[in-house]
């Protein structure tokens, strides 16, 4: 099994940054697909940015240039670096690891969330 701990959400006002990162544990890390997604409240869960095994990424448009997703496979760990934060991107930002065998899930991680806040 795997376990995600999100850490770094918090109060921040607006044109602020936040750093959110990922720690994940078990092996395999540099072979699993990243993403981050968050929920605002009464909203359905959304995509925010993904990276592949392969160091693809991919952003929602609302996050292209002002958020990056990267990764360190050494630490086991994922990072979502957010600029100019608005009072929109408020909601609870989750990390998700999966691995896939041609096409087929196998593995698919959640980690509990953290609240980020965007208010003045």
């Known amino acids: 099994q795997v376990q995600l701990v999100e850490s770094g959400g918090g109060l921040v006002q607006p044109g602020g940054s936040l750093r959110l990162s990922c720690v994940a544990s078990?092996?395999?890390?540099?072979?699993?697909?990243l993403g981050w997604y968050r929920q605002a409240l009464g909203k359905q869960r959304e995509l925010v940015a993904t990276?592949?095994?392969?160091?693809?990424?991919n952003y929602d448009d609302s996050a292209k240039g002002r958020f990056t997703i990267s990764r360190d496979n050494a630490k086991n760990t994922v990072y979502l670096q957010m600029n100019s934060l608005k009072p929109e991107d408020t909601a609870v930002y989750c990390c998700?690891?999966?691995?896939?065998?041609?096409?087929?899930?196998?593995?698919?991680?959640w980690g509990q969330g953290t609240q980020v806040t965007v208010s003045s």
């Open positions: 998700n690891a999966r691995r896939l065998v041609m096409g087929v899930n196998m593995d698919n991680y």
């Open positions: 078990g092996s395999g890390f540099s072979n699993y697909n």
């Open positions: 990276i592949r095994s392969n160091g693809d990424t």
